[in-house]
């Protein structure tokens, strides 16, 4: 079972190598307030073969800059192994990725 806690921290990089950056946590926020890019944020949790269990995450985050070029971003899940063992255990996962040009 894995279950997505809705906790990320994104840095992104615009085309002039200025940084920018939004966390789901308001202290973090308030620290960086400088360079806060603060998105709109969608997730859909999918399950495609309808057994009670995610199968897939869509996230989508929207900033109103148009310049960005490359992002970092770890996102918190939670999840749980019962068959085996018992164990629940957060981790965040990092993703990277260079935005390919939209024009």
Same mark, same amino acid.
């Given at each position: 079972?894995v279950q997505?806690?809705?906790?990320?921290?994104?840095?992104?990089?615009?085309?002039?190598?200025?940084?920018?950056?939004?966390?789901?946590?308001?202290?973090?926020?308030?620290?960086? /307030?400088?360079? $806060? !890019?603060v998105?709109?944020?969608? =997730?859909? *949790?999918?399950?495609?073969?309808?057994?009670?269990? @995610?199968?897939?995450?869509n996230?989508?985050?929207?900033?109103?800059?148009?310049?960005?070029?490359?992002?970092?971003?770890?996102?918190?899940? /939670?999840?749980? $192994? !019962?068959?085996?063992?018992?164990? =629940?255990? *957060?981790?965040?996962?990092?993703?990277?990725?260079? @935005?390919e040009?939209?024009?």
């Open positions: 079972d997505f806690k809705y906790n990320m921290l994104l840095c992104l990089q615009d085309k002039d190598g200025g940084s920018h950056v939004w966390s789901t946590w308001s202290y973090y926020n308030t620290l960086v /307030q400088d360079i $806060l !890019s998105p709109s944020v969608s =997730v859909d *949790e999918q399950d495609s073969d309808r057994d009670g269990l @995610v199968d897939v995450f996230i989508t985050l929207q900033f109103e800059k148009s310049d960005i070029v490359s992002f970092q971003a770890l996102l918190i899940f /939670q999840y749980k $192994l !019962s068959q085996v063992c018992q164990l =629940v255990m *957060e981790t965040p996962i990092y993703l990277s990725k260079k @935005v040009d939209q024009s």
